[in-house]
């Protein structure tokens, strides 16, 4: 069966390092015949700026954020993918507040009843991966845990393609051994 693959690239930088590596895995995820689809999180039109926790999400059968804005089919994009990509630029030492704004939304994926210890979600048995550029060598590991743990939490598989002394914006696109994993990571996961 064909695998739906969700991009959500988080760079505000539309030529720059994120979108490179995005570009290059989506040629490894086309050479493999899969679906694949990109969204870029800093151009969508928000009503709020991140998850209110109005909890509004819990009272509801499906799994749909009350928000009205860009991000609400995203998330139900989300839901119906088999392979969730997050791209993003290290911004210190975490995730772009571009991708962070999606990402806290996705409290509408899960519903948890605190009272029985349960938590159901349509993320389980997804798998997530996360791929990220810094201009130094330091922090990567940090960023890479949150996401670690997120996929865990949600029974996801986790995937990570990281590029440390990427450069600034754009430089990444003269690194051919960075090139090659990326085309081989989308292969692996189309
Ligand atoms: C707001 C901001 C914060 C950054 N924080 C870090 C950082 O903490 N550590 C680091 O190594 N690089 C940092 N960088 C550099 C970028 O992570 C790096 O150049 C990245 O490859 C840029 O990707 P892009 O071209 O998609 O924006 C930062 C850049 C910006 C603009």
Known sequence: MTKKILILSGSPVKKGNTATLVKWLMEG???RGAQVELVQTAFLKY???????????QK???YE??????A???????????VIVMATPLYFYGASSQLKLVMDRMFSL???????GTMQTPL?????????SAFEDIGLDVLE?????????SGMKFVSLLVPNAGESGDIKHKDSIHKQAVALGRRIA
């Open 47 to 57: 009503k709020s700026t991140g998850c209110t926790s109005c909890r509004a999400c």
């Open 65 to 70: 954020c009350v928000i009205d804005d860009g």
């Open 29 to 31: 995820i086309r050479s």
């Open 124 to 132: 389980k048995g997804k798998t997530l991966v996360l791929i990220a």
């Open 72 to 82: 609400r089919p995203v998330l139900v994009k989300m839901a119906g993918a088999d």
């Open 60 to 62: 509801l059968a499906k």
């Open 110 to 116: 899960y519903k948890w009843d605190n009272q029985a």
């Open 145 to 153: 845990k949150t996401f670690s743990i997120t996929a865990d939490y």
